[in-house]
């Protein structure tokens, strides 16, 4: 079993940065795809990033491509999305989800592990 614990989230003007961070424990050293979701409410979840266990392969959705940037340091089982020139259809919670046996190419899993979420506000 792996826990997934999203941090660095919060409020933020039109324009800004932020960090947030995917922490796993427990069976963190299986090699697993991870991938950052967003959900306004009323809105669909959007998967926004996703990056493979070596880290060589990534995948952005549209609405974020050039903005955002996916990484990963598997000595410390972390996955960062830095999100850069944000806007406010940006806020969401974010979640940062696992899966052990996604190949890139294939349609997206269901996926194995969630994390709790975490809100990213962007608002003057």
């Known amino acids: 079993q792996v826990r997934l614990i999203e941090s660095g989230g919060g409020l933020v003007q039109p324009g800004d940065s932020l960090r947030v961070t995917c922490s796993a424990s427990?069976?963190?050293?299986?090699?697993?795809?991870v991938g950052w979701h967003r959900q306004a409410p009323g809105k669909e979840r959007e998967l926004v990033a996703a990056?493979?266990?070596?880290?060589?392969?990534?995948y952005y959705s549209d609405s974020v491509k050039g903005r955002f940037t996916i990484s990963r340091d598997n000595a410390n089982n972390i996955v960062y999305l830095q999100m850069n020139s944000l806007n406010v259809d940006d806020s969401a919670t974010y979640y940062c989800?696992?899966?052990?046996?996604?190949?890139?190419?294939?349609?997206?899993?269901?996926?194995?592990?969630w994390g709790q979420g975490i809100q990213v506000t962007v608002s003057s």
């Open positions: 989800a696992g899966d052990r046996f996604y190949q890139f190419g294939a349609p997206w899993p269901d996926w194995d592990y």
């Open positions: 990056i493979s266990w070596d880290a060589v392969t990534t």
């Open positions: 427990g069976r963190a050293k299986d090699n697993y795809v």
